[in-house]
């Protein structure tokens, strides 16, 4: 698998222009959140979930953050470093994308949380060596019941996720797996320090293509894009949208991400089931 075949077509942006788009969603970004404490999030179509719109704010933050950090990597042409990043980056960017879209996320992600963090603490008992971290890992409590089956899936497997967003939900997951090849052993990590037609290997990574350098930059871009347009998406002030537009049209995508139909429709079936369930309750 490799990157020169990943994201963009030849008439895309060039490297030079997918750079400066990361610059100018970075100066943004910091423009507006560096020194904000307090942040009201919302949307009319929606229903008022502080937890959730938290954990939406949490993943932009946590995938700029990386995104900004691996765009200092590729100045350094320093690509063995940047694409984990960037892989990490793009998937809590698309998480926030999905919660900032999905009413069932929060309820989604604690049900994810809750089982991973059992699973953990099975293994940790199976062995001695982690006796001492136990305390760290508490008993979590009971999943919630009330989770609707499809947002658990999207919750705990990236390809649903995926797939439960338009436009290009196959695109989506083409672009995970292709920076998948830069954070796991793969062929990527040994032409970075091998070279196969001497061969001779190096003790810094080989210099990428430009295709490579291009691929990177733009999932550097999309990332940006992808969380910042998660949190437009809550925020009534729309403090970035004209930056994040600007960046859309620059780097060809100019239809922010959202719920596919049929994801859409599941998120209004699980509503309309914990509503009905709720009216049967006895009162009192």
Known sequence: MSADSAAEPDEGPTEDELQRVCEELGKSWYSVFENLTNLELGREDQELDPHRFLIVYAYAAHAQKLTVSAC??????DYAVAGPLLR?????????????????A????????????????????KTSWFDDVLDLIPEPDPAPEDTAPRARGEATTFFKLCESLEPDSEWLYMQFRLL?????PSGEVIK?????????ISRNPVAASSGVRRALWSAAAHNMLFAGQALDRLDPSARRRDALERAGASIGWDEPLRLSESAKRAVQDARAAREAAASERPSG
């Open 72 to 77: 200092h990597h590729l100045v350094d042409l």
């Open 88 to 104: 990490v980056a793009y998937e809590s960017a698309l998480t926030a994308v999905w919660a900032a879209e999905s009413e069932e």
């Open 192 to 200: 970075m320090f091998v070279d196969g037609e001497a061969p001779t």
């Open 180 to 184: 998948s090849a830069y954070a796991h």
């Open 106 to 125: 929060a309820r989604a992600i604690h049900y994810a949380l809750v089982k991973a963090s059992g699973k953990l603490r099975g293994s940790a008992l």
